[in-house]
């Protein structure tokens, strides 16, 4: 039982053996800066790639949502027994997450033309 707990915490001392120890940078006193630099969440890319990616993430999680709409309103209608305006209702929100999703394509076709317009003008 001792033996493994011994061993347990011998693994950072061994690891920090193999490693060599702490590692320093030589520094000298009031040296100046060459360079700082410092990288964004995107990593320098250009306008119209960050946008294609942020519509690609719009239109992933608009479809999700869009899909469980449709199915949403299936269940509403599969479990209307009969009842005419829970049927409405259900068939409402059916219409109602197609119409979404037909408007999240447009939306990704009016960002793919606002990234060939700015591809274009060298932007």
């Known amino acids: 039982m001792y033996s493994i707990i011994a061993a ?15 590692d320093t940078i030589p520094t ?3 040296a100046p800066v060459s360079s700082v ?3 964004g969440p995107f990593k320098n890319e250009n306008v119209e790639t960050v946008l294609k990616r942020l519509a690609g993430y719009a239109v ?7 899909t469980l709409m449709i199915l949403y309103g299936a269940f509403q209608i599969l479990t209307s027994r009969g009842n005419i305006e829970q049927v409405k ?3 409402k929100t ?3 997450a197609l119409g979404g999703l037909v408007v999240i394509i447009l939306a990704q076709g009016l960002v793919d033309l606002f990234a060939s317009i700015t591809h274009s003008l060298g932007i």
């Open 8 to 22: 347990i915490l011998s693994i950072p001392t061994s690891f920090a053996a193999i490693s060599g120890g702490v």
């Open 28 to 30: 000298t006193q009031n």
């Open 89 to 91: 209702t259900g068939r």
């Open 60 to 66: 992933t999680i608009g479809a999700s949502v869009a």
């Open 94 to 96: 059916i219409i109602y």
């Open 37 to 39: 630099s410092f990288e």
